[in-house]
Nanobody, 126 residues
Framework: QVQLAESGGGTVQPGDSLRLSCAAS????????VAWFRQAPGKEREGVSC??????RTFYADSVKGRFTTSTDYKTVYLQMNSLKPEDTAVYYC?????????????????????WGQGTQVTVSS
């Protein structure tokens, strides 16, 4: 059973950068979709990004396009977050699952993912 662990969260100022990491144990992330979700207080969990470890395709929420980048070295998945804004404040979770190609169009649906990390807090505040 794959276990995921996030790291790299913290408190930063608007405009700063952070890099989150999602490390897998108990298995590999080969042929998986690995997504980052976030949940702010009082809000629903939302998809931030997704990467296919099969072919490297990436997907992003409109709210983070051009600022966030996801990548992988197949043992760890990263989320590089630049130009952070106060509205990026949330608990960030990584999630992994094996998605059929057709499901990548809706990569942001949390039910598609079988494995979840515990989350890491990101706070953007001046």
């Amino acid at each position: 059973q794959v276990q995921l662990a996030e790291s790299g969260g913290g408190t930063v100022q608007p405009g700063d950068s952070l890099r989150l990491s999602c490390a897998a144990s108990g298995g590999t992330l080969d042929y998986h979709a690995v997504a980052w979700f976030r949940q702010a207080p009082g809000k629903e969990r939302e998809g931030v990004s997704c990467i296919s470890t099969t072919d490297g395709r990436t997907f992003y929420a409109d709210s983070v396009k051009g600022r966030f980048t996801t990548s992988t070295d197949y043992k760890t998945v990263y989320l590089q977050m630049n130009s952070l804004k106060p509205e990026d404040t949330a608990v960030y979770y990584c999630a992994a699952g094996i998605l059929p190609r057709s499901r990548y169009n809706n990569w942001y649906i949390a039910l598609y993912y079988d494995y979840w990390g515990q989350g890491t807090q990101v706070t953007v505040s001046s």
